[in-house]
């Protein structure tokens, strides 16, 4: 399958130019433009989205959301109708690749504020903040009505497919709680991605301590951006760029088994990874410090994820490897032990699949 892991991976290498040029137009800051593209491209989050063929759409929609972001900031400078519609048309295509880039408006609003400032700028003397407001979205109106087009045609085929949980299969607490200890756990596998797994299963009984926990960290890093909100707009945007880009994505509407998905994080983690770049740039200001020890700890930030990445992409060389090291780093992975045992089934491993089909149906049975 080597040709459609190559088709994978330039996709993704072009997200990530278009994605390094959009911020560096956008901030003019190329350091911290290439240093928040590269530790987007290497790390090890990325690999389920490349290294699965079947997640071809993953990449595929990134590559025009990105394109789109960058065409985004011409039609800024200029305002000229044919930028709009490419960026209409390249929001189109991100969406027919993959539905989860309804998201796309949301981040564009979010980008007016920061780096193109355009909330704080008004087009005439008599224009108003709350004037600017509605220009602004109802620029966005076009996109709003792709995005609920897409969202209606994906809830409906999701639906039909028999992929969308029912209430009395997972209730809504269940759903929300898991919510909000996936939003950090995603978040803690962004700075320390080890124990990456193709399948995370649902966890129907979370402890309360984790989940407020998990809350309290939350609401704290909301809080500390909208107070710096003037001060550092790229915390704001970064946090709510995340926040926002994982809705579609967190379960509060659950398709499928997982609890989480690494691929998940594809489009949520740029909000993230711009919050430590920028933010690293804030808090060290010195040109020579910054060539002195800022740019070879960034280097070996770098190494480090290439590292792991590499690793991680060890993993995924067959069935057998993947659901091994689903098994070696999750608990009660009853899908892993199933797949597993159907792959070592087809090599006529017969003893070791009975045992892995054993231990998935005592899961079934006997979850806790």
């Known amino acids: 399958a080597s040709g459609h892991h190559l088709v994978s991976l330039l996709l993704h290498i072009g997200a990530v130019i278009f994605l390094f040029l959009f911020l560096n137009k956008t901030t003019k800051n190329v350091w911290a433009s290439a240093f928040a593209a590269a530790f987007f491209a290497l790390h090890p989050l990325r690999v389920e989205s490349i290294a699965w063929a079947a997640e071809r759409k993953d990449v595929l929609s990134m590559f025009f959301g990105m394109s789109c972001l960058y065409a985004y900031a011409f039609y800024v400078e200029n305002f000229k109708k044919s930028l709009y519609l490419l960026c209409l048309a390249l929001f189109a295509l991100a969406l027919m690749s993959k539905q989860t ?6 981040i564009m609003l979010l980008l007016d504020y920061w780096p193109l400032q355009r909330w704080q700028k008004t087009l005439t003397e008599s224009e108003t903040r ?10 966005k109106i076009p996109f709003i009505l792709l995005t609920i087009v897409a969202g209606i045609i994906i809830f409906w085929a999701q639906n039909k497919g028999g992929r969308l949980a029912s209430i009395q299969d997972v209730s809504i607490a269940t759903r929300i709680f898991n919510a909000i200890v996936s939003y950090v756990t995603y978040l803690v ?3 320390w991605p080890f124990n990456l797994a193709v399948f995370y299963p649902y966890e129907m009984f979370l402890p309360l301590w984790e989940v407020t926990l998990a809350l309290v960290l939350l609401t704290s890093i909301t809080i500390a951006a909208l107070h710096y909100l003037r001060k550092l707009p790229f915390l704001f945007v970064g946090w709510f760029w995340y926040i926002g880009a994982m809705i579609p994505l967190i379960g509060l509407i659950q398709a499928g088994a997982q609890a989480m998905a690494d691929r998940h994080t594809y489009l949520p983690s740029i909000g993230i990874v711009i919050m430590i770049s920028w933010g690293i740039s804030y808090m060290i200001k010195n040109k020579n410090i910054q060539k002195i020890f800022l740019f070879p700890a960034g280097i070996a930030v770098l190494i480090f994820l ?4 590499w690793k991680q992409c060890g993993h995924w060389k067959n069935s057998v490897t993947v659901f091994s090291h689903a098994l070696d ?5 009853y899908l892993a032990h199933n797949n597993l045992a159907s792959a070592l089934l087809e090599k006529g491993e017969t003893q070791r699949a009975m045992y892995h089909y054993d231990q998935a149906i005592r899961i079934n049975n006997y979850p806790a």
């Open 189 to 191: 596998k962004i700075f």
């Open 306 to 309: 290439s590292v792991l990445t």
């Open 130 to 139: 709350f004037d600017t407001a509605k220009r602004l979205i109802r620029e």
């Open 329 to 333: 780093v999750t608990k009660n992975n």
């Open 101 to 106: 880039m309804v998201t796309l408006p949301f």
